[in-house]
């Protein structure tokens, strides 16, 4: 199978723009989850879906934002953006509703300027 | 909320000797903890995984250990190999939401 997908890979933007991102996981897994990876401080959990439904969400503010769809790929919004919001965006799949096993994607690396 | 602490945040092993890496978290109802690798500029990769009702789990020359008493688990590598080098991060949740450590650079010298 393909593993997790991410587009784009990389993505300059300035103060104030708002960004899309995609990810696609893995065929048959309905769980995407996203996080956040910065130096300062390490991996952060954004959101979850499954089915279409934002399950957990992390403490991010509401400039950070999510969907997914019926084929199971997710997007995720970040509008207004800060120089802070530079990061390495991952997504990761799971098959399942509970705790299994999450594969990341390759991320995409988000400057802010 | 979860919070995972992790250390030593670097460690410098000689090839063939082993290395230890420790977690603690503080939610009680954590019943996930999975370990990743992440080497520079790649994707973190699932390493090996423990659920709370098992206490040791061990894959080749990579074992984990989970202590729910004390809310502790620990990564042990043996006879390490320079590809070894990498950061490596703990994790502990439940319901696909995880919560990570800080991360241990481990360099493995020759």
């Known amino acids: 199978k393909a593993g997790v997908t991410q587009t784009p890979r990389y993505l300059i933007k300035t103060r104030g723009q708002q960004v899309t991102l995609s990810c696609s996981p893995i065929?048959?897994?309905?769980?995407v989850s996203w996080y956040q990876q910065t130096p300062g401080q390490g991996l952060q959990f954004l959101f979850e879906?499954?089915?279409?439904?934002?399950?957990n969400k992390g403490n991010f503010p509401g400039r950070f934002s999510g969907r997914q769809f019926s084929n199971s790929r997710s997007e995720m919004n970040v509008s207004t953006l800060e120089l802070g919001d530079s990061a390495l965006y991952l997504c990761?799949?799971?098959?399942?509703?509970?705790?299994?096993?999450?594969?990341f994607g390759p991320g995409t690396r988000l400057l802010v300027l | 909320g979860e919070n995972v602490e992790q250390h030593p945040s670097t460690l410098s092993v000689q090839e063939g000797d082993s290395a230890v890496i420790k977690c603690t978290y503080s939610?009680?109802?954590?019943?996930?903890f999975p370990w990743y690798k992440q080497e520079l500029g790649k994707r973190p990769q699932l390493i090996i995984d423990?659920?709370?009702?098992?206490g040791e789990k061990k894959d080749q020359r990579i074992a984990v250990t989970l202590n729910k008493t004390a809310k502790h688990f620990s990564l042990h590598i043996t006879e390490t190999q320079p590809e070894d080098s990498a950061v490596y991060f703990c994790?502990?949740?439940?319901?696909?939401?995880?919560?990570f450590g800080t991360g241990t650079q481990l360099k493995v010298e020759l």
């Open positions: 994790a502990a949740g439940g319901g696909n939401k995880l919560t």
């Open positions: 939610d009680s109802a954590s019943n996930y």
């Open positions: 990761a799949s799971s098959n399942s509703a509970i705790q299994e096993t999450q594969y």
């Open positions: 423990i659920r709370s009702n098992v």
């Open positions: 879906y499954f089915s279409e439904t934002q399950r």
């Open positions: 065929s048959g897994h309905r769980s």
